[in-house]
């Protein structure tokens, strides 16, 4: 007989499709890792399984451990509360999210899968719960949604210092997550034979990228190295030009005085993963991308390659291209398709997609 005895068996492992439509006109060949296979329907999955059993040693920040029926919690807007409301469901825990105010707009499809797994969802503290008119006047409008992570993941910490049952996996400082994320790159190494010239993603915690790139050199494998993110939109990141190559590229300064302001204790003592990322030389080349190729680009993954993606699958991807152009025939261009289309669609309920 073959069976699993759980979901989180299915996680990793998952296929990589090499893209004969869409690549067809670039030297190089243009390979996408099919994350968004996972269970709960995004490459999360790796990480969250990876914090959570980590938690359950205590090899946490303060040493906390993570005890039978306890809770599991963190600040999250996109896949990151999906993966771990379904790793929790299946080893039993509680989980409890916050979500940022400018996210409740409207219907949420991802709030809906958070419930669906049975964890609770709250709003999380306002910047003005830990910061003074006087401060809050000095936050530029560019870096509102900043200003939200940052009093999100300080809402966290007040939770796990108040409850003694829960545990705040944060996965912007957490190791485990990206060494969750090196699954990928040794399936990458096995998967084409260590050919591998380029890599790279869409850059959140950089827990991914990062993750990658150390699984591939352990292998002895070092490919440039490529960062995604929505150019002019993302304000955890300061890039100089839409493609900002080392040097030119820096995490926000505002970022670490709202750190202090806020009196977030383990961010003030430890370095990020993306700080640990850039220490380390990657990625080579930072790409800012806006929301229409990254759409387009996701549309066409859709209709000609049958790929349900959503938007940052397709900036990956888009940026993909960009290398693969630049490259010679028969070397190899990797990236990740991050999640499925369907948890976006209640954010954009009357979008029509048209190649």
């Not at 029926?69 to 825990?93: E, M, W």
């Not at 049975?118 to 809050?136: H, K, N, Q, R, T």
């Not at 370095?271 to 066409?300: L, Q, T, V, W």
């Amino acid at each position: 007989m073959k069976y699993i005895n759980n979901m989180l068996e299915l996680i990793g492992n998952t296929p990589l499709l090499k893209l004969n439509k869409v690549a067809k006109d670039v030297p190089a060949n243009v390979f996408v890792k099919l994350e968004y296979l996972h269970p709960s329907g995004s490459y999360k999955d790796r990480m969250a399984l990876s914090m959570v059993e980590a938690a359950e040693k205590g090899l946490t920040w303060n040493h906390k451990k993570l005890k039978p029926g306890g809770i599991v919690c963190d600040a999250s807007a996109g896949n990151t509360a999906p993966a771990l409301a379904f790793v929790s469901a299946v080893k039993g825990y509680k989980a409890i999210f916050c979500v940022y105010k400018p996210l409740l707009r409207g219907s949420s499809t991802r709030l809906k899968i958070i419930g669906a797994y049975g964890a609770e969802v709250c709003e999380c503290s306002s910047p003005s719960d830990f910061l003074s008119e006087e401060i809050i006047k000095q936050i530029p409008e560019e870096s509102q949604e900043l200003s939200w992570v940052i009093a999100g993941k300080a809402h966290m910490s007040r939770l796990e210092e108040e409850n003694p049952d829960a545990v705040w996996v944060d996965q912007i400082y957490n190791k485990y997550n990206y060494i969750g994320q090196m699954g990928i790159g040794y399936e990458l190494y096995d998967q084409l034979d260590g050919k591998i010239d380029a890599w790279g993603c869409s850059v959140g915690s950089g827990a991914t990228l990062y993750g990658v790139a150390m699984a591939l050199k352990e292998k002895g494998v070092n490919p440039f190295t490529f960062g995604v993110i929505p150019y002019g939109s993302e304000s955890y990141y300061q890039l100089q030009k839409p493609e900002s190559q080392k040097g030119e590229y820096e995490l926000s300064t505002l970022r670490r005085q709202m750190i202090d302001w806020m009196g977030l204790k383990k961010w003030q003592t430890e370095k990020s993963i993306n700080e640990e990322m850039f220490d380390a030389g990657y990625p080579d080349e930072f790409f800012g991308i806006n929301a229409e190729d990254a759409r387009a680009m996701a549309n066409r993954l859709c209709a000609e390659e049958g790929i349900y993606c959503g938007m940052s699958s397709g900036a990956n991807v888009f940026v993909a291209m960009k290398i693969a152009e630049r490259m010679k025939e028969g070397q190899n261009v990797v990236t990740a398709i991050v999640d499925r289309r369907d948890r976006y669609l209640g954010e954009y309920p009357n979008d029509v997609y048209i190649v």
